[in-house]
């Protein structure tokens, strides 16, 4: 057995395919991995794949975890699981990206920069739009999510790219 995550909740198995050399399919790695906690202590991050580009390409066979990526990959695409432990908040922030966030476990507040908030429960999904946001968990239990983020061009308001502000300190770090 794997340890827990640093957030308390179990790790996270990981089952990647590809090809052999008859073209059929095959396992070509499994793995259980516990997430591990960002320095900004407000949630425990892990990567578990990447692309270089979008759309992806199949034939190369590079683990996807071995990218470097931050919190998006420039024209690629990053799949994590986030850990958002109880009472914390991350900042706000923006990327370029479509964001597809599948809460797995627990729920967690949405809040845009308008000071509007919803809460997303246990298999609800938010579909987040290059928008200025954070989350935040106000139970006494930590949130999971996994985060699908593909590269998109930046919004553009009046005809002008909103710009992003990734935070610093939620980066490749815990990855």
């Avoid at 759309?55 to 990526?69: K, L, S």
């Avoid at 729920?107 to 200025?132: A, C, K, Y």
Wanted: proline share 6%.
């Amino acid at each position: 057995m794997t340890d827990l995550s640093d957030s308390g909740l179990p790790p996270v198995q990981r089952v990647v395919t590809g090809h052999d050399a008859d073209g059929r399919a095959i396992f070509k790695s499994e793995d259980v991995t516990p997430t591990k906690m960002i320095p900004s202590g407000d949630a425990s991050f892990l990567l578990i794949w990447t692309t270089e580009t979008v759309p992806a390409d199949n034939n190369d066979e590079t683990d996807g975890r071995a990218r470097d990526a931050g919190l998006t990959l420039n024209k690629g695409s990053v799949i994590r699981i986030v850990d958002m432990l109880p009472g914390k908040q991350s900042p706000m922030h923006r990327t370029n990206s479509i964001d597809y966030g599948i809460v797995m476990a627990g729920e967690v507040e949405l809040e845009l920069d308008d000071g509007r908030v919803t809460t997303v429960r246990e298999g609800g999904i938010i579909i987040q739009r290059g928008t200025n946001h954070l989350w935040r968990n106000v139970t006494d239990k930590p949130c999971r999510i996994a985060f699908i983020l593909i590269e998109a061009p930046a919004y553009l308001h009046d005809g002008q790219p909103l710009a992003e502000d990734k935070p610093e300190n939620q980066t490749q770090a815990a990855q």
